[in-house]
């Protein structure tokens, strides 16, 4: 049996969901792992958190430094989230030659490489399986289990607030505001949803994704991003239409070119795998050379769901620990350019307001042509009283540079009112 | 950079598959993981496969055993299958010392623990992730990311070739020999199916999963075990109105009277994630008291994706090999009982056929009332030339012994003329 001593810092719903499993699953992680993991130190500002979660005055303390510097800690988690404090306090704890174990997104997505690579240097390990997905097991089988493969694209749903959103935009027609406020109600939502609605935390858990599915650095500031703010109920139901739902994907690819790699409001068949991921489920879909479609799902989100995927954390560097095993250091070896967002080729599905007056279809085909630009389908909706008409073009693939080229010379035809949508479609 | 040895025996359609990767990857894995994996020695009993695939003849043998005791070999690959030379092989791989991988499911849910033991007492690694669910990671995620949890299920779609037939039983109306000859057409079943149609293969694959899910060795004889040779097209279209799928499913739920494992057609809802996994895919779903629902979804068999299973265990054998690591042992701590199927309780589906005379409702339900069996549905269907009628019964939970004991006593009434089918209904 060996001990191990765990430093946890941040005790917000996540941490207590932490002290939670290591309370109850103690004798468990005995009798199956031979390990005795003792929750040695924790560390919040907040230090009523220690009487709510019952915790023993004497491993308590404010300074999460303190707790880092003490000998007898192991293995530190880190939950205080953000890249401020929390970047100084995981650099401390690899610094000072402890195993790390944390959930944060937005670290491991801005400076996850020199983490990483500082972790390796002390020859301990740094590990993130929280960071996305919540629960799911989606970092480790991409490091191990489907190594064997050139992992030519991943894609999925990351956001579980905004795939709640968009679930009931889609089975019940709410707008956006209201589909937020419901959100929000019920806790899925922040008051200020803007890390959600407008998707760096997607782009964050994509990066992490990427660069270690293409063994290539990627940080959230590399990924185009769009978020679901201007997404309207128009548009969902139209889709479903069409035979499509719109979900929040999180892409990245791999292309001759480099890294495709942009999170953005996207139509996927309705008949897809991804579809059918409702509510604030997750799902990522990883596709290999060798093992073709796979796809990983579960909650995303949720106390016992990310606590699952920090504590899982905390066994494997508890055993690498009892075993003098070295540990996994980073594999990013390769070095791929990041293919800008203009260089896309997909398919679009455009929305237009514009006057109902005879020829205005022929000049807008003009248009999409000279541009080389084929389209798909063309649906007209009835005039409304204003003698406007409601126009929806899907194209086959085209370059996002020649759509962006076709919608500025559209928005200067006078007959043009308005360019009221633009959704990427993607086949999948 | 360290070299590691592969000696690969068995060429069939996965060696094959992984004699390409070993090829294609060779400079990626050296690139990323610092591993030069090389194909050392082959053997196979059929020695025309050499040529086929191209390998240079210095290194092949018809003579596993050859293989086994060549001092070069790190790491045997086991792709004989079956449980006679297959064990032998492992065994002997094993007691030379060297890290083994196989894609046998029927060695490992039959003597997997003994195998595992033998591994452990000699500081090796057994590694057997393609022989569940393909290229799916499913072994791997139990074994580390999902440790953190107590997983009270493990339930799924573990055999593609049942899965293709079913499907096209319930999407085209085809009967269950139709939808044979159609998936031996296509490469999808054997000439002898047996194995797939009467629930061996998928009997093999939960009592592996179970035995690593609940830290508690079960083999193959201890799973309940029914196929789909006796599902007719008629109960799967009424599952269909009744907002039902049925599938092949491979159940393992931890009771507090043991574990309770069995693989039988089940009917499942609509609805349900696992109704639209179709065709040949494979999905299982594991559920643990802090992830919550997990799903790990891909295609269930094939060259390519068993063989990404198969190098994703070498390269984990090579990196252990590589750093010196000691690799984990057996988690098999508990000895949990497993629970007479008698004593199962879910729902049920019974199709009879009687004779339509007034009061045979009303008599059979009084069978089900004595024996404290309620209902939740009754169906009767149209009266045939014969004078026959049908009438369906769907059960609220009740205990499989109860079902038994009203199955007896209908088949005793005379206007009982026939039991035709019993299909369990698990509202997941």
Same mark, same amino acid.
């Given at each position: 049996?060996? +001990?191990? *001593?765990? @430093? /946890?810092? @941040? =005790? @917000? +719903?996540?941490?207590?969901?932490?002290? @939670?499993? =290591?309370?109850?699953?103690? #004798?468990?992680?005995?009798?199956? &792992?031979?390990l005795d993991l003792r929750l040695a130190r924790v560390a919040d500002r907040n230090t009523a958190r220690f009487t709510q979660l019952g915790l023993d005055p004497a491993i308590c303390t404010d300074d999460a430094f303190a707790l880092i510097s003490d000998p007898d800690v192991d293995v530190v988690i880190e939950l205080i989230g953000g890249t401020g404090v929390a970047k100084d306090v995981v650099a401390a704890a690899l610094e000072a030659g402890k195993r790390v174990v944390t959930a944060n997104k937005a670290l491991m997505a801005s400076s996850g490489h020199t983490l990483l690579k500082a972790a390796e240097d002390r020859g301990v390990e740094l590990r993130f399986e929280a960071s996305v997905g919540g629960g799911i097991p989606i970092i480790e089988p991409l490091k191990h289990a489907l190594t064997a493969n050139k992992i030519t694209r991943v894609l999925g749903i990351v956001n579980g607030t905004t795939n709640y959103m968009l679930t009931h935009m889609s089975e019940r027609g709410l707008s956006y505001d209201d589909a937020l406020a419901e959100a929000q109600a019920k806790g899925y939502a922040e008051a200020d949803p803007s890390a959600d609605v407008d998707g760096a935390d997607a782009a964050a858990k994509i990066a992490i994704l990427a660069s270690i599915a293409f063994h290539s650095t990627v940080t959230i500031d590399q990924v185009h991003t769009e978020g679901i703010r201007n997404l309207s109920a128009t548009d969902v139901a139209y889709a479903a239409t069409m035979g499509y739902t719109v979900k929040l994907l999180a892409i990245a690819q791999l292309t001759d070119e480099g890294i495709d790699i942009r999170v953005h409001p996207t139509m996927i068949p309705a008949g897809h795998q991804l579809s059918s991921v409702k509510g604030v489920y997750n799902a990522i879909y990883v596709t290999g050379d060798a093992v073709g479609d796979t796809m990983f799902f579960g909650e995303g989100a949720g106390a016992g769901a990310a606590a699952s995927a920090v504590v899982g954390d905390?066994?494997? %560097?508890? $055993? %690498? =620990?009892?075993? *003098?095993?070295?540990? /996994?250091?980073?594999?990013?070896?390769?070095d791929l350019p990041i293919r800008?967002? +203009?260089? /896309? #080729?997909?398919? &679009? &599905? /455009? $929305?237009?307001?514009?006057?109902d007056k005879s020829g205005v279809l022929a000049k807008m085909t003009e248009v999409f042509a000279a541009h080389d630009v084929s389209l798909d389908s063309i649906m007209q909706q009835g005039v409304a009283h204003d003698g406007t008409a409601e126009i929806i073009y899907v194209t086959h693939r085209a370059r996002e540079e020649a759509i962006r080229r076709v919608l500025a010379e559209l928005e200067g035809l006078d007959v043009v009112t308005e360019i009221a949508a633009l959704i990427r479609v993607e086949a999948l």
């Amino acid at each position: 049996m060996k +001990t191990v *001593n765990i @430093g /946890l810092i @941040g =005790l @917000g +719903t996540v941490g207590g969901g932490v002290v @939670g499993i =290591l309370q109850d699953h103690q #004798e468990d992680f005995q009798r199956h &792992y031979a390990l005795d993991l003792r929750l040695a130190r924790v560390a919040d500002r907040n230090t009523a958190r220690f009487t709510q979660l019952g915790l023993d005055p004497a491993i308590c303390t404010d300074d999460a430094f303190a707790l880092i510097s003490d000998p007898d800690v192991d293995v530190v988690i880190e939950l205080i989230g953000g890249t401020g404090v929390a970047k100084d306090v995981v650099a401390a704890a690899l610094e000072a030659g402890k195993r790390v174990v944390t959930a944060n997104k937005a670290l491991m997505a801005s400076s996850g490489h020199t983490l990483l690579k500082a972790a390796e240097d002390r020859g301990v390990e740094l590990r993130f399986e929280a960071s996305v997905g919540g629960g799911i097991p989606i970092i480790e089988p991409l490091k191990h289990a489907l190594t064997a493969n050139k992992i030519t694209r991943v894609l999925g749903i990351v956001n579980g607030t905004t795939n709640y959103m968009l679930t009931h935009m889609s089975e019940r027609g709410l707008s956006y505001d209201d589909a937020l406020a419901e959100a929000q109600a019920k806790g899925y939502a922040e008051a200020d949803p803007s890390a959600d609605v407008d998707g760096a935390d997607a782009a964050a858990k994509i990066a992490i994704l990427a660069s270690i599915a293409f063994h290539s650095t990627v940080t959230i500031d590399q990924v185009h991003t769009e978020g679901i703010r201007n997404l309207s109920a128009t548009d969902v139901a139209y889709a479903a239409t069409m035979g499509y739902t719109v979900k929040l994907l999180a892409i990245a690819q791999l292309t001759d070119e480099g890294i495709d790699i942009r999170v953005h409001p996207t139509m996927i068949p309705a008949g897809h795998q991804l579809s059918s991921v409702k509510g604030v489920y997750n799902a990522i879909y990883v596709t290999g050379d060798a093992v073709g479609d796979t796809m990983f799902f579960g909650e995303g989100a949720g106390a016992g769901a990310a606590a699952s995927a920090v504590v899982g954390d905390v066994i494997e %560097a508890a $055993r %690498a =620990l009892a075993d *003098n095993n070295t540990t /996994l250091g980073c594999t990013c070896t390769d070095d791929l350019p990041i293919r800008p967002i +203009t260089e /896309l #080729e997909t398919c &679009y &599905y /455009l $929305r237009m307001i514009v006057d109902d007056k005879s020829g205005v279809l022929a000049k807008m085909t003009e248009v999409f042509a000279a541009h080389d630009v084929s389209l798909d389908s063309i649906m007209q909706q009835g005039v409304a009283h204003d003698g406007t008409a409601e126009i929806i073009y899907v194209t086959h693939r085209a370059r996002e540079e020649a759509i962006r080229r076709v919608l500025a010379e559209l928005e200067g035809l006078d007959v043009v009112t308005e360019i009221a949508a633009l959704i990427r479609v993607e086949a999948l």
